[in-house]
């Protein structure tokens, strides 16, 4: 069985930049796509951005442009960087695999928290 563990979540001012990675502890399979979703409180959980094994992704429109993610296969590791943060990226960033681009899979990690604020 196998667990993402997440790390890079913190407080930043708006403009600023962070970097969250995630990464997979354990058997969860081969060929799968991993992303990143967040949920702000009192909205629905949202997809940011996702990333198949061969490299290929989707965005969320919400962050096009300001945020991209990447992954490192040999480690089993995504990250996410983050760039110009605004006030309404703040919410809980949750890893996930297991799924394709377009539809989460069954695993999840625990959550960081974003905070964007002055």
């Known amino acids: 069985q196998g667990q993402l563990v997440e790390s890079g979540g913190g407080l930043v001012q708006p403009g600023g930049s962070l970097r969250l990675s995630c990464a997979v502890s354990g058997n969860i399979g081969s060929d799968y796509a991993m992303g990143w979703y967040r949920q702000a409180p009192g909205k629905q959980r949202e997809l940011v951005a996702s990333i198949s094994s061969d490299g290929t992704t989707n965005t969320g429109g919400t962050v096009k442009g300001r945020f991209t993610i990447a992954r490192d296969n040999a480690k089993n590791t995504i990250y996410l960087q983050m760039n110009r943060l605004k006030p309404e990226d703040t919410a809980v960033y949750y890893c996930?695999?297991?799924?394709?681009?377009?539809?989460?899979?069954?695993?999840w990690g625990q959550g960081t928290q974003v905070t964007v604020s002055s």
């Open positions: 996930n695999a297991g799924g394709s681009i377009f539809f989460g899979g069954d695993l």
